[in-house]
């Protein structure tokens, strides 16, 4: 019963620290491309066109 436990706390320690991995690699490319999306709705709008049905 104890190796149980100690199997089942290694496993979940295991995969928080590859969620935690995968988190800090991909949050930078995250934050780059909401500011980049960002950048392009500000485009957009303040471009304008002649439709008023606006096109994403």
């Known amino acids: 019963m104890l190796w149980k436990i100690i199997g089942v706390v290694?496993?979940?320690w295991i995969?928080?620290?590859i969620?935690?991995?995968l988190i800090k690699g991909l949050f930078p490319i995250l934050v780059i491309s909401a500011v980049?999306?960002?950048l392009y709705l500000l485009y957009k709008a303040?471009?304008?066109s002649d439709n008023s049905v606006s096109k994403l």
Request: net charge neutral.
């Open 10 to 12: 290694a496993v979940v």
């Open 15 to 17: 995969a928080l620290a």
């Open 19 to 21: 969620i935690g991995a």
């Open 36 to 38: 980049v999306f960002g």
């Open 46 to 48: 303040v471009a304008g």
